[in-house]
């Protein structure tokens, strides 16, 4: 029998600072979440100052936490995953810096990893047989990316956003109608109110690139019917604006999910990051993946939102590779996916 791999992994990238132990990739055993939001909330979104500050304030009693809660010590860990970009440089370099330190005093490996990366593993977490090869379609607040995920690490990027991220959209629409921050999870809630065929919002196709998505269109097209509903005096329906943008997003999100694994051939459909919790994007790529044969797979919402159990999955396979990190490892603010 193969010893069991525990890794413990860390994640300030943004607002959350976090820590979990994973075992063998995909046995969570502890996920602590310090959650900033109540302190960004007055702002209307993540101000990174403050982010930063917070993280290493928070950063050793959540690390403490998620050891006590997993009834471990850190003798008991094998390897530190860390995220090292894309994010919030200040809020990056604290969970850096203290991968490091835990690295060097114990002299256990240290795995920088990818935030994105980390959210594709989050589906290894909830669906314990998925395997790649297998497509996913990351939508997150900062990233909205259709990855061809060919090996455990070995991705190819086939589509992008050209301007904001899905989750970007719902913030800034949610913003437009008075729900507040972060908008994602108040939308999908006030859309169970509304008619999604109320509004016909756009949906935007890019010319010659057709796994390319593009929210800011769609997010003027919401604020243009606000501003025009107000100068004619027209009451508008909040509701109902939730639910028909809402389904501009999901309706762009499945078609071209769908098309690109027609074209690519694959069979296994997996969705990660912030905006997979949404309950209408779920239902929609669930019914379009039975109606196609494809497999959905996708993490639970504690998952889908940035923790750090995820880091410690996607560390875990790069372990197993044998990719270490050095302690020259650095936050890398715009990193690339697939880079190193
Ligand atoms: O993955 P995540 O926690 O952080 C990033 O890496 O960006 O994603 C946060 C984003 C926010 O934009 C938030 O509004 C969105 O995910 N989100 C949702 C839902 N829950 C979170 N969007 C739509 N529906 C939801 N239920
Ligand atoms: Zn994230």
Redesign the pocket.
């Known amino acids: 029998m193969t010893k069991d791999i525990l890794v413990l992994g860390i994640e300030t ?4 600072t976090a820590a979990a132990v994973v075992r063998n990739g995909r046995e969570v055993l502890s996920n602590i979440i310090s959650s900033q939001i109540e302190l960004h909330k007055i702002y209307g979104g993540v101000v990174p100052e403050i982010a930063s500050r917070k993280h290493i304030e928070k950063i050793n009693q959540v690390i403490e936490e998620a050891l006590n809660t997993a009834e471990v010590t850190l003798e008991d860990i094998d390897a530190i995953g860390v995220t090292y970009g894309p ?1 919030l440089v200040g809020a990056l370099l604290v969970g850096v810096a203290e991968a490091k330190a835990i690295s060097f005093a114990l002299g256990k490996p240290l795995i920088g990893v990818h ?2 990366e980390g ?1 594709v593993s989050a589906n290894y977490i909830t669906n314990k047989e998925l395997e790649p090869p297998f497509l996913c379609l990351i ?5 909205t990316h259709l990855v061809l995920v060919k090996e455990y690490g070995e991705y190819e990027i086939i589509g992008h956003t050209r301007d904001d ?4 959209a ?2 800034k629409v ?1 913003r437009a109608i008075g729900l507040g ?9 006030l859309s169970k109110e509304g008619s999604k065929d109320a509004i016909p919002f756009p949906r935007a196709h890019i010319e010659g690139a057709p796994y390319d998505f593009s929210f800011s269109g769609l997010k003027s097209a919401v604020l243009n019917y606000i501003n025009s509903s107000e100068m004619k005096h027209e009451e508008i329906n909040r509701a109902d604006i939730a639910a028909s943008f ?1 389904e501009a ?1 999901v309706d762009v999100l499945v078609t071209r999910t769908m098309m690109a694994a027609k074209d690519f051939g694959m069979k296994k459909i997996a969705i ?10 779920r239902e929609a790529m669930s019914a379009a993946c039975k109606e196609n044969g494809f497999a959905f797979y996708y993490p639970t ?1 504690i998952f ?4 750090a159990a995820m880091i410690a999955s996607a560390a875990y396979y790069e372990y197993r590779k044998g990719i270490r990190s050095g302690f020259d490892l650095n936050a890398i603010p715009n990193l690339k996916i697939g880079e190193r």
Not at 139 to 143: A, C, K, N
Not at 165 to 168: K, P
Not at 304 to 307: F, P, R, S, V, Y
């Open positions: 990238s943004c607002d959350e994010g935030h994105i959210h939508v997150s607040g900062g990233h991220a899905a989750g970007e719902f913030d949610a921050y972060p908008g994602g999870p108040k939308i999908d809630k809402q997003v990660a990051g912030g905006v997979a919790a949404n309950s209408s994007l919402p889908c939102t940035d923790n």
